[in-house]
C-alpha cells in the first residue's frame, strides 16, 4: 500500500484535540506488507496497522480513530 503526492498534505484530525496539522515530509509514503491469517475478522481490525502507520508519518503516535485497546470508534 502506498500513498503517491502527500508531501505538504496531512492527516485530516479533529481539532478539538490537536490544533495543527503536521504535513508529511516526504511525496511517497510507503506502508509496510500486513499478513491477514483471518478473513472473517472485522475490516478495521486488519487494516488498523496501515492506518497507524500513516498516522505516524503525520506525526502521530497512532490513529486516532481507534481507542487504546485498538476498537475502532
Request: hydrophobic share 35%; with cysteine.
Amino acid at each position: 500500500f502506498s500513498l503517491l503526492g502527500v508531501k505538504k498534505h496531512s492527516v485530516c484530525n479533529d481539532s478539538r484535540h490537536h490544533t495543527e496539522n503536521l504535513p508529511f515530509d516526504r511525496d511517497t509514503l510507503i506502508i509496510p506488507d500486513i499478513r491477514v491469517d483471518d478473513l472473517n475478522q472485522e475490516a478495521h481490525f486488519i487494516l488498523q496497522p496501515i492506518f497507524d502507520a500513516i498516522w505516524n508519518a503525520g506525526g502521530y503516535a497512532r490513529c486516532e480513530n481507534y481507542d487504546n485497546a485498538g476498537i475502532y470508534k
